[in-house]
DNA sequence: TTCCAGGTGGCAT
DNA sequence: ATGCCACATGGA
């Protein structure tokens, strides 16, 4: 197929997206910044690159079909960020300026599987190293991509394959405890690989079918899974079950909870009480801003 | 060297 | 129900 000469895929007038805010805010592992300034990320199994050019976002490499089926949602593109940050601001000053200084953060609707992989290595461990741990994951197990992104001026001209799907259930769950040894995932490997061999029993259709259901059957399977505690469910209903309601505490949300709100040693059901109360049935998008304005500040002021 | 990182499982109260 | 602690790994 000819996809080397694929046009570019124009979205005119695309407000309330950032890519720095939506790909490096913590909520996915897989996005890159390149040297220009564009994002090129694998998910689905497809690879993209986006950029922005004013008001218009780009999509490169993709099919009208494709757009469609895949990135329109994936991109969250159908909703109203503008209205939803205006209702988050006007709860207190603090989500106020929290949604200012991430104005331009989508969640993204991703994958539950690689979504459910990807938090259950997210735990005692740090953004950049979960980077690596997936990308050792996909590149070890995953199928090779043949993406058609030949063009592109960020090749870096090795040979073989460079883009590699997340690995699916079967697989993984095929595998042993010491093929994942050069992953590096510590003693999260086992989490892995039991979880994979239960989720494989019927091709992940059970979790996909978590998706946009009850909050409370999603929160179940989920916890049934080694591994996976209430803050990693809350991740994987958040950002990839649509389960907008989801409130994920971490150690950077319980800071704020704490430092910005008075929440000093309040247990899990306390905050998740306070956040229902303060911030609606839209608290995910919520905790996703605070998230991002509380870890980007500290950064700040780390050096 | 020690501490920490988008926590959880296991075990003791 | 709640309170500790080990758990692999790598970077500061």
């Known amino acids: 197929k000819a996809r080397a000469n694929m046009e570019p895929l124009i979205l005119k007038g695309i407000r309330d997206f950032d890519l720095e805010h939506t790909f490096a805010c913590g909520q996915c592992f897989r996005w890159n910044r390149q040297p220009d300034g564009s994002y090129l990320g694998v998910a689905h199994g497809k690879v993209l690159r986006l ?61 539950p599987w690689e979504t459910l992989v990807s938090f259950l290595l997210s735990q005692n461990s740090n953004i950049p190293r ?114 907008h309601h989801s409130f994920p505490v971490d150690v950077w949300v319980r800071k704020v909870m704490e430092e910005y709100y008075g929440l000093h040693g309040a247990t899990p059901n306390q905050i998740d009480a306070f956040a229902t109360e303060r911030f609606g049935s839209h608290r995910g998008f919520a905790q996703q801003y605070l998230f991002y304005y509380i870890r980007e500040f500290e950064k700040e002021h780390s050096c």
């Open 51 to 111: 950029e922005r050019v004013d008001a218009d976002l780009i999509l490169h490499h993709v099919t009208e079909e494709d757009y469609q089926q895949i990135w329109r949602e994936y991109l969250d593109l159908d909703r109203d960020y503008r209205a939803l940050k205006a209702h988050l601001a006007s709860r207190d000053e603090i989500l106020g300026e929290a949604t200012r200084f991430g104005h331009g953060i989508r969640i993204l609707n991703q994958d």
């Open 130 to 243: 979960i980077k690596q741990c997936i990308e050792a994951l996909c590149v070890s197990f995953g199928e090779p991509i043949s993406s058609g992104l030949t063009e592109g001026s960020f090749e870096e001209g090795g040979t073989g394959p460079r883009y590699f799907a997340f690995p699916t259930p079967e697989r993984l769950a095929s595998l042993s405890l010491s093929d994942l040894d050069l992953c590096r995932l510590g003693y999260r490997a086992k989490y892995v690989l039991e979880t994979a061999k239960v989720v494989a029993l019927d091709g992940g259709k059970t979790l996909a079918g978590l998706r946009g259901g009850s909050e409370s059957e999603a929160m179940e399977y989920l916890l049934s899974l080694c591994g996976v505690g209430p803050k990693v469910a809350s991740c994987i209903m958040l950002f990839a079950l649509k389960q």
